[in-house]
């Protein structure tokens, strides 16, 4: 993740902090920093979001094409992620470290998203066999404060939420020709149903404890950690491990028991908020990047 250099003092700081509950920015071992979620900020993309966790930053835009489907799933459409790691959002991302990375998050989320009864893909075929809509989700990450995961996610499924698809007004096939027409209204368009799409959960070991959204310095003091993609009814549709760590099986059960509680609750925060941002439709507040 992010690269920070700690001297031995600073990391037994925060391992005891761990420890007795109170980390360094004062809370507790199962304590989200603020977050701050935005959409509808990229004016030329189907939909997009902004979430800021505290230091880490993404930008995330979805773009919708017309496409074909595979020949395994006549019935459905396609999704595809791609994540730029910036070197901008810190050091560690210059080289193979950022792609390395970007490659990990997107294989996360693919399968995370692309599990069955979690994404309805159904819901963007056009013709079955024959045509269908393809959503690009490209994830841009412009500051990295630790917990990207987390907060990835959180971004994906509020652009998704926020992508409008246009309308089909007419498809029909001639002579193996497909001839589609699209709505002229500009309005005239369905949204996409996220109510079962997961969140990341990141729970990170330091000592022999485990905490959720680590700081870019708390990452630092860790040698493994589990990475959870959650939905809104509690169920784990698919695990990470990373580091080079071990985690005994107790520890490892207790991870999940906590990050599938946090889960329930990150859905129904983001829910809401959502929710209230399009409750006040074209009146809200704006902020962009000048906030």
């Known amino acids: 993740m992010a690269l920070k250099l700690l001297s031995d003092a600073e990391k037994v700081f925060i391992l005891h902090g761990v420890k007795d509950d109170f980390r360094c920015d004062g809370r507790t071992r199962q304590e989200y920093r603020p977050i701050e979620v935005e959409t509808e ?17 993404i930008l995330v835009g979805v773009k919708t094409e017309i496409d074909t489907p595979s020949p395994t799933k006549p019935n459905e459409g396609k999704l595809e992620f791609f994540v730029d790691c910036s070197a901008n959002a810190t050091p560690a991302f210059e080289g193979r470290g950022g792609e390395e990375l970007a490659t990990e998050i997107s294989n996360t989320l693919s399968k ?19 045509q269908c809509w393809k959503l690009y989700v490209d994830i841009l990450i412009l500051e990295c404060g630790g917990n990207l995961f987390d907060g990835v996610s959180l971004a994906v499924k509020s652009a998704i939420y926020n992508t409008k698809v246009p309308r089909i007004a ?16 500009p309005y005239d368009f369905q949204t996409l149903d996220v109510s079962s799409a997961p969140v990341l959960v990141t729970l990170t070991k330091i000592g022999e404890r485990c905490v959720v959204d680590p700081t870019a310095e ?4 860790s040698l493994v950690s589990v990475v959870l ?7 784990c549709v698919t695990t990470l491990v990373r580091g080079e760590g071990s985690l005994h099986e107790d520890t490892l059960i207790d991870m999940l028991k906590v990050g599938t509680s ?8 983001l829910k809401a908020a959502l929710k209230l941002e ?10 962009g990047f000048l906030k």
């Open 229 to 235: 993609a959650v939905t809104e009814k509690g169920r």
């Open 112 to 130: 995370a998203y692309l599990c069955e009864t979690v994404f309805d893909l159904q819901s963007l075929c056009i013709l079955p066999g024959q």
């Open 278 to 287: 399009q409750s006040k439709g074209e009146n809200k507040e704006r902020f």
């Open 218 to 221: 708390e990452e630092a003091c």
């Open 41 to 57: 900020i990229v004016s030329n993309a189907s939909g997009s979001a902004r979430v800021r966790l505290a230091n880490t930053d």
């Open 262 to 269: 946090l889960g329930i609750e990150m859905n129904k925060a």
């Open 170 to 185: 007419s498809a029909t096939i001639d002579g193996g020709v497909v001839d589609l027409q699209l709505s002229d209204d």
